[in-house]
């Protein structure tokens, strides 16, 4: 059983890692070009909440909501490569997911823009959302990461 | 507080992920931006701002309307009034479809300082419809029997001419003999001699001309303009151009309106110098099918993809046509081709080169169009150095064996299936196209052009444009001479099409080369047998 505590808790780390790699790439890439904008994938969403992605992309919000999905990117991929917060960083994580899913929601009959490969209902956005979900469920920060030091320095100044 | 080796391992292995995450993803953006800004500043494009216009002060232009079908419909909209039932029609479209925006754009188009004044229809009720849509207390519009009522009457100022081709030529005439400026629809005329008889008429007159190829506005074939002016092409050899579509209504099959009769129709105003048939609803409504009062694809839509190009390059008028097709796809009774190709050779022009000097000269322009099928295709530069795609939006891609940009391919700055510039001003907008036939005139930029990411129609660009030198002075984009251009070698593709045979130019005398035992005006009206008969030749 210990064993296969091991093994669980290797994948889920090898998941958390990958997860944030993905990520902190996004929001850096974006991050050193001034030119990105979220303009364009705002613009054409699609599905039961599009009026809400189309309030964003006013001139006065646009900026903000630039910036606040870079940063979110990035709290994600340093919470989750590092392995410290990693519940804050799921939480962040899914609730971005939930966005994007829902802005571009792979639903019968809406039109399927600039996606690789066939869904329905179910893509990687939502697939990636409920692996943050597991990375909240079982945190391996402790297991792999710096939670590992910030546990043993609490276990440190008990004894 | 002890950590053990084994602890910080633990603890402080994601660093060296993180880092080389970032690294990886700040070279990548980095590095394409300072490739991509190394090419831009070598390339030296500059995007084009929208052209100022002076203002149009003073009293309201007087306008007279000449022709209130489809597209009378439309310049009269581009000069600022729309009918009650086109907006009730556009404002249930946007009740459908939320990015159907074109009450929303007509409703925030400039106003300009214009008074309708007369109308002149052939059809009572699209007179009337003019009337009721237009007329007001303070502004009574008066319907004019006959083209020559109006311009006579001394209450317009200037006319916008909507009409079948037959009529384009003797109705400019007119307006400009009496000084009264003239807006008129492509193709410019219907024959040869009529393009000279313009020609000298817009010379003498005082009046502005302008020809309604509105595209002269859009922003991207002035930005595509500097692009070949740059030599970033090199010596370009061949346009393909291309006219797809595959609806009644791109094939010219107009609705047939329900009230149209000898009744309210004045038909022998209609035929005017046509020949005399009798009354033929299918004639009147759908009159672009028929040489004796349209020019098919040659006149119709070639026209609009000379004068794109012509507008780029000034490359003017071809040494020699050769045309060819047939009616394949409409055997509905119209006698102008529905499939034609056609060849412009420009054998002196060039568009500069960056190979040894006198290698490179001449240039092909390639028309290919179908009124049976509907596929996409863009209109392509081919130049020694890069490929450019012309439309709303531009796209150069460097070709992989050009010479000007030889050592940037080799040390993989640039890649040939990579494009080098892209120019979008729609980039930030999102449209709604309604038709199959407005998303061809969309694609090709002639329905309206972007300022800072605002979509503007460009036929109302193209109308302030002619009101402003009406009222400051100045030049059109599209007069007289680009007119002629356009004219003569639309006309020499339709001569070539019904002859058979190659038609040349004379660039010295201006004039077409002669071809024994053929009068071309003859042919060009003539809507069969103008196959050479035995009593014409000699």
């Given amino acids: 059983m210990n064993l296969n505590q091991n093994k669980l808790k290797a994948s889920v780390t090898l998941l958390r890692i990958f997860i944030g790699w993905h990520f902190l790439f996004e929001g850096v890439v974006k991050m050193y070009n001034p030119e990105w904008t979220s303009f364009g994938y705002l613009a054409t969403a699609q599905g039961p909440f599009d009026w809400f992605f189309a309030m964003l992309i006013g001139d006065a919000t646009i900026g903000w909501v630039n910036t606040l999905n870079i940063i979110a990117l990035m709290l994600v991929g340093f919470t989750f490569t590092l392995g410290i917060f990693e519940r804050v960083g799921a939480i962040v994580g899914a609730g971005l997911l939930a966005m994007y899913f829902l802005a571009h929601p792979p639903f019968p009959g809406l039109t399927q823009m600039n996606v690789e490969g066939s869904y329905w209902i179910v893509n990687k956005n939502l697939i990636e959302l409920v692996a943050c979900i597991v990375i909240y469920q079982l945190p391996t920060g402790s297991y792999f990461g710096l939670d590992h030091l910030r546990k043993n320095k609490l276990k440190t100044q008990e004894q | ?538």
Avoid at chain 2, 148 to 161: R, Y
Avoid at chain 2, 339 to 347: D, K, L, R, S, W
């Fill in chain 2, 1 to 538: 507080m002890k950590w053990t080796r084994r602890d910080l391992l633990i603890g402080l292995g994601g660093l060296p992920i993180l880092g080389a995450v970032w690294w990886a993803g700040a070279a990548s953006s980095v590095g394409s931006r300072k490739k991509r800004s190394e090419i831009l500043e070598q390339l030296n494009i500059k995007p084009s701002l929208p052209p100022a216009v002076p203002g149009i002060g003073g009293e309201p232009v007087r306008i007279g309307v000449i022709g209130f079908g489809i597209r009378g419909e439309q310049l009269t909209r581009a000069l600022g009034f729309a009918t009650d039932e086109w907006k009730e029609e556009m404002r249930l479209a946007a009740e459908e479809d939320p990015n159907n925006k074109r009450l929303e754009d007509f409703e925030s188009q400039e106003p300009l300082n214009v008074k309708l004044v007369g109308i002149c229809d052939v059809f009572d009720v699209r007179a009337e419809k003019f009337i009721n849509s237009f007329s007001t207390d303070d502004n009574k519009i008066k319907r004019y029997v006959t083209y020559k009522d109006m311009i006579q009457s001394g209450d317009v100022d200037a006319v916008v001419i909507a009409t079948p081709d037959h009529w384009h030529a003797p109705m400019s005439i007119e307006a400009l003999n009496n000084n009264v400026h003239v807006y008129v629809e492509k193709p410019m005329t219907h024959t040869v001699g009529e393009t000279y008889t313009l020609r000298e008429a817009a010379e003498k007159s005082d009046a502005v001309f302008a020809v309604g190829h509105q595209h002269r506005q859009t922003l991207s074939f002035s930005t595509a303009r500097d692009i070949v002016e740059k030599g970033t092409l090199g010596h370009v050899s061949l346009i393909q151009t291309n006219t797809n579509r595959n609806d009644d209504n791109g094939a010219w099959n107009y609705d047939i309106h329900e009230k149209a009769s000898p009744e309210t129709i004045d038909w022998e105003q209609f035929l005017g110098s046509a020949p005399k048939v009798p009354f033929n609803k299918n004639h009147f409504f759908r009159w672009r099918k028929w040489w004796a009062y349209g020019s098919g694809l040659s006149g119709d839509l070639l026209t609009h993809d000379y004068d794109r190009l012509n507008c780029v390059l000034n490359m003017g008028i071809p040494t020699s046509v050769s045309a060819s097709g047939g009616i394949y796809t409409h055997n509905d009774g119209r006698n102008v081709p529905d499939v034609i190709q056609v060849n412009m050779e420009f054998p002196d022009f060039s568009t500069g080169s960056s190979q040894t000097k006198g290698k490179e000269k001449g240039m092909t322009f390639c028309y290919s169009a179908t009124l049976g099928n509907g596929f996409n295709r863009p209109t392509i530069l081919m130049g020694h150095d890069a490929t450019m795609e012309l439309g709303n939006r531009l796209t150069v891609w460097p070709d992989s064996a050009s010479t000007r940009y030889a050592d940037m391919l080799e040390a993989e700055k640039m890649l040939p299936n990579v494009p080098i510039y892209q120019y979008d001003p729609a980039a930030t907008a999102t449209d709604a196209v309604s038709s199959a036939t407005s998303q061809y005139f969309a694609d090709k930029g002639l329905m309206w052009t972007y300022i800072d990411g605002v979509r503007v129609d460009s036929t109302f660009l193209h109308m302030r444009e002619w009101l402003s030198v009406i009222k400051n002075g100045g030049n059109v984009s599209c007069g007289i001479k680009e007119g002629f251009d356009e004219a003569i070698s639309a006309h020499m593709a339709g001569l070539s099409w019904k002859l058979g045979r190659k038609i040349e130019w004379d660039a010295p005398s201006q004039t077409l080369k002669p071809i024994e035992g053929i009068d071309f005006d003859q042919v060009l009206l003539a809507n069969e047998n103008w196959n050479i008969q035995p009593e014409m030749v000699g």
